[in-house]
């Protein structure tokens, strides 16, 4: 089994930043992929950010440029720098782990999820 526990979010206004980090805990962190995915009001949960084992990073479009995921192994943690923040960045953003070398963009692959933090980001 695996713990993932995500923390930094909040309220900030439009054009702030904000970074989320996601601990683990049970199993080699590094033996996973690792992603961050998120869900807005009313809408599908959607892929963020992801990162192989070894630190090879991919983006949505929406959030290239802006958005930096990054890896620590030594203290089972992932990261995501949120710059550029705008309204419609707005959602539960959620950690996952993939038991694989590469991450994914579906869902459905992740075997292990977090339980969300909430990140507003007010116009």
């Known amino acids: 089994q695996v713990q993932l526990v995500e923390s930094g979010g909040g309220l900030v206004q439009a054009g702030g930043s904000l970074s989320l980090s996601c601990a683990a805990s049970?199993?080699?962190?590094?033996?996973?992929?690792m992603a961050w995915f998120r869900q807005g009001p009313g809408k599908e949960r959607e892929f963020v950010a992801g990162?192989?084992?070894?630190?090879?990073?991919t983006y949505a479009d929406s959030v290239k440029d802006r958005f930096t995921i990054s890896r620590d192994n030594a203290k089972n943690t992932v990261y995501l720098q949120m710059n550029s923040l705008k309204p419609e960045d707005t959602a539960v953003y959620y950690c996952?782990?993939?038991?694989?070398?590469?991450?994914?963009?579906?869902?459905?692959?992740?075997?292990?999820w977090g339980q969300g933090t909430q990140v507003t980001v007010s116009s």
């Open positions: 996952a782990a993939k038991t694989s070398r590469w991450p994914d963009r579906s869902t459905r692959y992740y075997d292990y």
């Open positions: 049970g199993r080699t962190f590094s033996s996973f992929a």
């Open positions: 990162i192989s084992r070894n630190g090879v990073m």
